[in-house]
Nanobody, 127 residues
Framework: QVQLVESGGGLVQTGGSLRLSCAAS????????MGWFRQAPGKEREFVAH????????HYAESVKGRFTISRDNAKNTVYLQMNSLKPEDTAVYYC????????????????????WGQGTQVTVSS
């Protein structure tokens, strides 16, 4: 069982930056591939980024590629999402998620592939 707690959300102006953190419980954090998803009002939850267990492989949604960076510190049981050049369309509740098994190209972007979810943190980008 893994418990995830996100932090770092808030209100920022267009072009600004935020860094989200997701702290995980448990001693086997390094065994879990991690992902970030987001859900805007009235929209379905969507994939943002994925990072492999070791951190050696990352993937991003096209809408955030070049602006967001996912990273992890397995010694601190924490995954991060650095968000730069924020836009109003990035406004959403951001969730981190952990999967029990290694994810591949056909699965890392699907929320059904992840087994554990945090409660979410609100990010609001003003225009």
């Amino acid at each position: 069982q893994v418990q995830l707690v996100e932090s770092g959300g808030g209100l920022v102006q267009t072009g600004g930056s935020l860094r989200l953190s997701c702290a995980a419980s448990g001693r086997t954090f390094a065994n879990y591939p991690m992902g970030w998803f987001r859900q805007a009002p009235g929209k379905e939850r969507e994939f943002v980024a994925h990072i492999s267990e070791s951190g050696g492989s990352t993937h991003y949604a096209e809408s955030v590629k070049g602006r967001f960076t996912i990273s992890r510190d397995n010694a601190k049981n924490t995954v991060y999402l650095q968000m730069n050049s924020l836009k109003p369309e990035d406004t959403a509740v951001y969730y981190c998620a952990a999967a029990r098994y290694t994810l591949y190209s056909a699965t890392y972007y699907r929320d059904a592939s992840y087994n554990y979810w945090g409660q979410g943190t609100q990010v609001t980008v003003s225009s």
